[in-house]
């Protein structure tokens, strides 16, 4: 399922992997932009405001020789799990999806509540093309959504150092971002007679001054301060009191955070210079020298003040700036108890796993969804894959694989999902248990 099937044409797919979703009467299904997938399932009662389940079908690129254990797009078994390209982004979710509405449909279930599947094609690259396609089709419709649930974080399993037991998080949010190109002009000449300094220089100089002067810490001025706070009882002394008293020891927190590039993305905009080029010929000094650095913007900053940021630090007239791309971060959406979308998603997964603490976090990297907030105030980016030492390295790298297990849990996870979603509104809260 991981490997094959997304070339055949949408009916063939469909028959072929999923016949009920495909030839049921109460699904309506378009293909969007040549390569996505809309799927509409009504519900009976049309006074309840329907939701969305967002994944996306096309994956990075793999290459066997690059060290992979078994062919990147063989689904071969091995101890339990499946390897392949895409199986933890996004195709489990894809699969989980359109696996769990199979079942569903088969025992003769209709919903109260009416739901839209988005499967976008091209979310690696932006998602222009799917994603955008799909929001325009819905925008005609004149449709307006609960939430919207998309790719995002995870379970984490032992990968927070001093957690105990494993941590759900569920996105609320996601960095903004910013690709700016910086670039040197100086006329050319022969390598003979070289300047005091060269274009290659000068542009070298001002990349190790953004590299030697990281954006601001901001931990405790974004929503990433309440993933600590949901998490702080889970900890040992002395953690548990710092992480309880964030008003205190968040200068600490983040002095130690910094350390790691795993939880410094957490704390600030990142800077990572990807792309340096000059010169064409070793003995020609070349004219123009230009360099790209990404920006994964915290939420507590906007295009334009990163942007003033990286002019003050580089503080030269002959390095000229110029955003290539790029957007703030996302709205943050509601997450306390009176939140229809992520109270349902919690209870979902406590239902599943009790043994799983759940807190709001921020999503480092962007999904498909940021394209939909015209069409829903609450966007929440998350899917029950476990998460363990080692697997964050498995995502756009090699040996990417999940397990046979985790998949059927995604599959369950979504079927109990779209059921919980039918009920009108949410249940007073108290607090027996993780119940609502």
Same mark, same amino acid.
């Given at each position: ?215 601001? $810490?901001?931990?405790?001025? #974004?929503? =990433? %301060?309440?993933?600590? *706070? ?6 040992? @002394? &002395? ?70 940021? $990286?002019?003050?630090?580089? #503080?030269? =007239? %002959?390095?000229?700036? *110029? ?6 971060? @996302? &709205? ?105």
């Amino acid at each position: 399922l991981f490997s094959h099937g997304w070339g055949r044409g949408p009916k063939e797919f469909g028959n072929h992997f999923f016949p009920t979703v495909f030839s049921s009467h109460l699904v309506q299904h378009e293909v969007v932009a040549n390569y996505s997938h809309l799927f509409w399932v009504p519900g009976s009662d049309l006074a309840l405001v329907p939701y969305m389940l967002l994944a996306h079908i096309d994956v990075v690129p793999a290459d066997e020789n690059d060290g992979w254990e078994v062919p990147p797009f063989s689904a071969k078994e091995i101890d339990g799990f499946i390897y392949g390209r895409g199986t933890i982004d996004n195709k489990q979710s894809v699969m989980g999806i359109l696996q769990a509405l199979e079942y569903l449909l088969i025992r003769g279930y209709s919903p109260q509540r009416g739901f839209f599947i988005g499967l976008g094609h091209d979310e690696e690259v932006g998602g222009l093309q799917g994603a955008m396609n799909i929001v325009r089709v819905l925008k005609k419709k004149g449709v307006q959504l609960a939430f919207i649930l998309d790719e995002g974080l995870a379970v984490l399993d032992g990968v927070i150092s001093g957690l105990q037991g494993p941590a759900a998080l569920i996105g609320i949010s996601e960095k903004g971002q910013a690709t700016v190109k910086l670039s040197v002009f100086k006329a050319p000449g022969h390598s003979s007679m070289p300047p005091r300094e060269s274009s290659i220089g000068i542009l070298a100089g001002a990349v190790k001054r953004l590299e030697d002067n990281p954006m601001p $810490i901001l931990f405790g001025e #974004g929503p =990433e %301060r309440r993933t600590f *706070e949901h998490l702080a009882h889970r900890f040992g @002394l &002395p953690i548990k009191f710092v992480m309880s008293n964030m008003w205190l020891f968040s200068p600490l927190i983040g002095r130690v955070m910094e350390r790691s590039p795993d939880t410094n993305a957490f704390l600030r905009t990142t800077t990572a210079v990807t792309m340096f080029n000059s010169g064409v010929k070793v003995n020609v000094l070349p004219s123009l020298a230009e360099a790209y650095v990404n920006l994964r913007i915290h939420p507590a900053q906007t295009v334009e003040e990163v942007l003033e940021f $990286i002019q003050s630090t580089v #503080g030269d =007239e %002959r390095v000229k700036m *110029e955003l290539v791309n790029g957007f703030d971060p @996302l &709205p943050v959406s509601s997450y306390d108890e009176t939140s229809f979308g992520f109270q349902t998603i919690k209870k979902t997964l406590l239902d599943q796993f009790p043994q799983v603490t759940v807190a709001p976090g921020v999503c480092i990297g962007n999904t498909d969804s940021r394209h939909y907030t015209d069409l829903a105030k609450d966007i929440y980016r998350f899917a029950p894959t476990w998460i363990r030492p080692g697997d964050t390295q498995r995502f756009h790298g090699i040996n990417e694989r999940i397990s046979k297990k985790n998949y059927e849990e995604l599959v369950v996870f979504y079927f109990n999902l779209i059921q919980n979603c039918d009920i009108k509104e949410l249940p007073s809260p108290h607090s027996a248990g993780h119940e609502l």
